[in-house]
Nanobody, 127 residues
């Protein structure tokens, strides 16, 4: 059974930092792209950042470029999202996801959505 568990969310002041983790199991982790998505209150889900299976390529939404960094540790079956200089508009539930197939592109998946999702973690940026 595929499992994707996001953690690390919380309440942080504007300008602060958080690191999210996505722990995966139930599939051959190093063969799949993984993505981070978020859903703000009253809005649709958007792709924040996605990374290729071996970690050599990545995508960032324009709204987070220069502030967020995605990485993965295939030995630990975990993907991270380091979020710095957080803004109130970064508030939302953050999910990690994977495509159904090993051939699924990190870029296409980030722009168009992925197929298998974990439960999210809430990030609240507020003073």
């Amino acid at each position: 059974e595929v499992q994707l568990q996001a953690s690390g969310g919380g309440l942080v002041q504007p300008g602060g930092s958080l690191r999210l983790s996505c722990a995966a199991s139930g599939f051959k982790f190093d063969e799949y792209a993984i993505g981070w998505f978020r859903q703000a209150p009253g809005k649709g889900r958007e792709g924040v950042s996605c990374i290729s299976s071996l970690g050599g390529s990545w995508y960032y939404a324009n709204s987070v470029k220069g502030r967020f960094t995605i990485s993965r540790d295939n030995a630990k079956n975990t993907v991270y999202l380091q979020m710095n200089s957080l803004k109130p508009e970064d508030t939302g539930v953050y999910y990690c996801a994977k495509p159904r197939s090993q051939a699924g592109s990190y870029y296409y998946g980030c722009v168009n959505g992925m197929d298998e999702w974990g439960k999210g973690t809430l990030v609240t940026v507020s003073s």
